[in-house]
């Protein structure tokens, strides 16, 4: 615990760091531009990428020739030229209103996504909607790319388990997803649990894993996601109850936990007293309490003391701790820089997760391309 009294200055001076650091680095990458458009590394990722790809319908023809910002689908910074955000949904609409709202799945992208996008160290916007992966996994490297924001694999056709958003990958490196902003995984084939981690996600506005078959209890941390402002857990498996944690989402306006298996009492308090919504509900277990016409009885188990008897006590109490003092801090840091709370996370893993804090080296070696500032 003695830890946490120093996460003021150290979280101080890692902040310096960073931005000392990115300033030189920023520079750096400026002078290697060509010609004022696509810069030649990118331009090689893309063509990597491309190549990885089944394009039955041609869809990337236009990816040839020098020009890579040019491309269908690709968009530079206009002041870098880094390619900033790639658009590969499948928005060929089909003719048939039976498919509707479904593009026409000739037109999917298939095969596999190359590992070359890492180059694109810039990206902050990736939309492969619609497109057709046959249920392989979210590839892991693409929580490698630290400026994204928005990730969009709606019906995909990816499957798997969703992936901790902090691991090591098999090269060492540490793989998070902390700065999303929103993250659209609906219409897949995604088992497993939803990982606790996911409550690291603290940026988050719009969550969507609706549409998948996940299953297991809906993270307690999920009251962690402070920004949240929609959140879509429909059809799916989930089971257990809702945790009392969903009621510290004061910004939530959208919230649909319809088509689970999901009992107990629906947690009440602040914001969702105003989600008087009986459909966000519907088609669930033995869900009670507002604003489901269904009164509690006294038999029924809290959705608090139910969270509570599935988790590691221990684990649970150095968590309430930790996330004190880094709610404390949190105010502190406001007074003194502008979304600097990111970095508070940094500090909240570090204690945490001992595997994080084997990874501390990790994040200072590469700290340039995270958004902080
Ligand atoms: C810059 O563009 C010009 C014409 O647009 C071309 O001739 C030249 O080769 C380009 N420079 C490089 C380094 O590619
Ligand atoms: C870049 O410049 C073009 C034309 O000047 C403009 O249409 C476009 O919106 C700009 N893009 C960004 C991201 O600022
Ligand atoms: C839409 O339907 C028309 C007439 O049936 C056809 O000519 C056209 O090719 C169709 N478009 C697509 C994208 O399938
Ligand atoms: C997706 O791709 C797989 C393998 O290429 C194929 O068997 C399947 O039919 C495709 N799905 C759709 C909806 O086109
Ligand atoms: C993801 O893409 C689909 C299809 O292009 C779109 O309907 C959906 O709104 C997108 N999700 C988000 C969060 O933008
Ligand atoms: C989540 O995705 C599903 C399927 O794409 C869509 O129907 C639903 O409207 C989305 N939810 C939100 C809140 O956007
Ligand atoms: C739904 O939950 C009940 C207990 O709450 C359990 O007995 C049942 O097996 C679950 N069904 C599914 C499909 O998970
Ligand atoms: C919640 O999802 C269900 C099932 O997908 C849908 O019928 C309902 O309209 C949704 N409610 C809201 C408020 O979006």
Redesign the pocket.
Known sequence: MTKIKNIPSALFSFWVLLLTQASTLATNEENTRVNNSCLPGERAALLTLKAGFVDPKHRLSSWEGYDCCSWSGVTCSNGTGHVVKLDLSNTYMTNDSKLYPFPDFRYALGGEIRSSLLSLRYLNYLDLSYNNFSYAKIPHFIGSLEELWYLNL??SYIGGRMPPQLEVDTKGELIDFLDFISF?L??NNLVGNIPEEIGALDGLI?L?L??NKLSGFIPRSIGNLRSLE???F?NNELSGSIPSSLADLTFLS?L?MSYNNLSGRIPSGRQLQTLNDQSIYEGNNDLCGFPLPIECSGSKITSQSFVFENKNSHEFYVGAIIGFAVGAWMVYAALLFNKSWRVAYFVFFDNMYDRLYQNYAEIKKKPVTRKMY
Do not use: E, K, P
Request: net charge negative.
């Open positions: 709606s019906y659209d609906s219409g719009n969507n609706s549409r929609s959140l879509d429909s959208h649909n």
